[in-house]
């Protein structure tokens, strides 16, 4: 129990005071962005010195600084989301439908209707700010009949509140389907500063970029519906509406340029607010942290790197472990000399077996991955059963890891379905359902789910009428006729098929065209074969630190493992990365797996997972490239198969 609170305090330690320390800058940039957004908000080219007194005033007046602790607010709220809905690896819905899901799920909803709010906060700071017509909601007006004076509905003011919630809808929209909360590690550590430096120029242009884009479709969506919430309001509030003013509703009263103007800002301002935050969260978070390797004090071993390796619960804790140890690997010699140390007393390579044993895991997991995938789509879309799965592995496969080694096990034989990126990380580096992944990972039981998806994982609805061997209709149309009839079976000469439970529907007979609408439906539920391929790899980050930590370990102990504690590892090492490089040559050979992702215009989402594939396969023979070079023909007495020394010399030979 002891060692579980030292390592709560742990984490708490390292995640929950950078968040608080990027919420803190946040807020500590309000101050200037505001400055800019009044600068900019009362900007008169012909009269400069007026322009800056009025600003200076602005700025020292008791609703700027109101508005500044609304801001603060708004700030506080943003940085508790990104810690809330921040995630390691990206959402890849495969097919439309779980998009679709994913949008609606009600945690969404939730974060939708919370920036929404926000907007609306933001948008009524900007537009006191700006003073003039957009100050209030309720403005003075005379009536044309009786002459009396009353309050009518300021629609200018609720053009910007209504923009604010359009534009916090299309920022928590974008999270979801531009990956906004996934946070990658850079290849090239840098400090703090620099790296916000250099990606400051690029949030201020996807923030002015943002603002344009909504800012035009709200203007369109306004034309069309905005006399709705104009009447609701003013009929809910009691405000009348000023007939003699040009309603904004009409393609006159859009065409004001100092309208689209302070939209336009406006919108730069809101969206500023939210990037600053996102990006020093990011900054703050993947900032590399280093683990001792070994403790002289037991209630300190559980923050050793070996032990914070095995981390399941905190996924970026398991990540900045991985990222310490390729660090360590190549810069450190000291900490290098610890991992090949032995234990005192006993002289047993604890660190050793822990490090290599908890990498070798993750690359074993990958490969079982990449091979299911295969057998999946080698069956034409339907996954194996084990044993099936089982006698169809390649000898070179099955005797490929070398057993007897202390504290590694042996690689074992895919025998699962496909995994999703909400199931690989269950059992390698966190749970699908954790705090981490929930928002994002698509849930096989959410009634959005597609069949696509439940089919992929193994899991299938008993009371379906595709259920047991069928998964789609289009099989029907791809492969042989899985519904044939008792009288076509005897005429072929194959025995007939076992009829059918009474409880459930006989299937549509291959001749029957399905409707438009059910036609509609699959192919929305179809698989999409790049985001197939993305979603393999969507957690291979930790897969290349793990390869670059293995690699470098192994190259080092050439020369600095004294006590010869790899050596006995390294066939272990070795037969694991030839099978890994197998599959993945393998799934390179499908269609659509070696194809590049599209460039997007300029937007906060990471799009960096869509490349990784092809990063791990250049790690991935980087290590080898990297062993082999070391070794050289020493490998030759290396105890592996046959057919993966053949491998390895073509990276002897420098033919890979």
Not at 139 to 158: D, F, I, K, W
Not at 420 to 425: A, D, E, L, M, Y
Not at 636 to 652: D, G, M, P, W, Y
């Given at each position: ?513 399905p409707s438009f609408l059910a036609q509609w439906l699959q192919n929305r539920r179809e698989q999409l074969p790049e985001a197939s391929s993305q979603a393999l790899f969507a957690d291979s980050q930790a897969h290349i630190w793990a390869l670059q930590g293995l690699s470098h370990l192994v190259a080092a102990s050439f020369s600095e493992d004294q006590f010869g504690v790899v050596q006995t590892t390294l066939p272990n090492i070795l037969s694991s990365l030839v099978v890994l490089l197998e599959a993945v040559d393998r799934h390179f050979k499908l269609p659509h797996a070696s194809s590049k992702p599209v460039r997007t215009i300029c937007s906060m989402g990471d799009s960096t997972y869509k490349t990784l594939r092809f990063a791990l396969r250049a790690a991935l023979k980087t290590a080898i490239y990297k062993i082999t070079t070391t070794f050289g023909e020493h490998l030759n007495a290396v105890n592996i198969s046959t057919e993966h020394r053949k491998r390895l010399q073509q990276f002897l030979e420098f033919k890979e």
């Amino acid at each position: 129990m002891f060692s579980l609170k030292q390592n709560s305090w742990f984490i708490r330690k390292v995640v929950i005071w950078r968040a608080v320390a990027s919420i803190a800058w946040s807020v500590l940039l309000l101050p200037v962005t505001t400055a800019v957004f009044v600068l900019l908000s009362r900007f008169s080219l012909f009269h400069p010195i007026q322009w800056i007194s009025d600003c200076t005033s602005l700025l020292t007046a008791s609703s700027t600084i109101f508005s500044l602790v609304v801001l603060c607010g708004v700030v506080l709220i943003t940085g508790f989301f990104n810690l809330e809905f921040y995630t390691l690896v990206p959402s890849i819905p495969c097919s439309r439908m779980a998009l679709l899901g994913t949008v609606l799920h009600p945690r969404q909803c939730v974060h939708s209707l919370v920036y929404c709010t926000m907007g609306m906060l933001v948008m009524w700071c900007a537009s006191v700010t700006i003073g003039g017509r957009y100050s209030t909601l309720g403005t003075p007006c005379r009536q044309s009949e009786s002459g009396e004076v009353a309050t009518c509905l300021n629609e200018y003011h609720l053009f910007l509140l209504l923009a604010g919630a359009f534009m916090g809808y299309s920022h928590s929209f974008l999270g979801v389907v531009q990956n906004m909360y996934y946070v990658s590690f850079q290849p090239i550590q840098q400090y703090k500063y620099p790296r916000f430096k250099g990606c400051l120029l690029m949030v201020v242009k996807c923030s002015v970029i943002q603002a344009l884009y909504s800012a035009r479709n709200f203007a369109a969506l306004y034309f069309f519906f905005g006399y709705i919430p104009k009447t609701w309001i003013s009929s809910t509030l009691n405000l009348q509406i000023d007939s003699s003013l040009q309603s904004l509703d009409s393609l006159t009263g859009l065409l004001d340029f100092s309208l689209l103007y302070h939209l336009s800002i406006s919108g730069t301002f809101l969206y500023l607010t939210w990037y600053l935050t996102v990006l020093l969260f990011r900054i703050y978070v993947t900032e590399a942290y280093s683990f001792p390797v070994q403790s002289t004090f037991t209630e300190d071993a559980e923050q050793c790197l070996p032990k914070v390796l095995t981390e399941k619960t905190t996924l970026v804790m398991k990540f900045l472990a991985l990222q310490d140890l390729a660090l360590l690997s190549q810069h450190s010699l000291s900490r290098r000399l610890e991992v090949f140390s032995l234990s005192q007393p006993g002289g047993h390579p604890h660190n050793w077996n822990a490090i290599s044993g908890e990498c070798l895991s993750l690359l074993s997991e990958l490969t079982q991955r990449l091979v299911a995938h295969q057998d999946a789509v080698a069956s034409n879309g339907r996954v194996k059963s084990p044993s099936a799965s089982s006698d169809t592995r390649s000898a070179s496969s099955s005797s490929s890891v070398v057993s007897g080694t202390e504290g590694i096990a042996e690689t074992p034989r895919p025998s699962v379905p496909l995994r999703t990126p909400g199931s690989v990380f269950k059992s390698s580096v966190g749970g699908a359902n954790s705090a981490l992944t929930a928002p994002f990972t698509p849930d096989v039981n959410s009634p959005f789910s597609s069949p696509a998806l439940r089919r992929l994982v193994g899991q299938q609805d008993p009371q379906s009428p595709w259920s047991g061997a069928v998964q789609s209709p289009h099989i029907m149309r791809r492969g042989p006729k899985l519904w044939s009839a008792s009288t076509e079976s005897q005429s072929n000469g194959s025995p007939l098929a076992s009829p059918a439970p009474a409880s459930v529907p006989s299937p549509p007979a291959a001749n029957q065209k399905p409707s438009f609408l059910a036609q509609w439906l699959q192919n929305r539920r179809e698989q999409l074969p790049e985001a197939s391929s993305q979603a393999l790899f969507a957690d291979s980050q930790a897969h290349i630190w793990a390869l670059q930590g293995l690699s470098h370990l192994v190259a080092a102990s050439f020369s600095e493992d004294q006590f010869g504690v790899v050596q006995t590892t390294l066939p272990n090492i070795l037969s694991s990365l030839v099978v890994l490089l197998e599959a993945v040559d393998r799934h390179f050979k499908l269609p659509h797996a070696s194809s590049k992702p599209v460039r997007t215009i300029c937007s906060m989402g990471d799009s960096t997972y869509k490349t990784l594939r092809f990063a791990l396969r250049a790690a991935l023979k980087t290590a080898i490239y990297k062993i082999t070079t070391t070794f050289g023909e020493h490998l030759n007495a290396v105890n592996i198969s046959t057919e993966h020394r053949k491998r390895l010399q073509q990276f002897l030979e420098f033919k890979e």
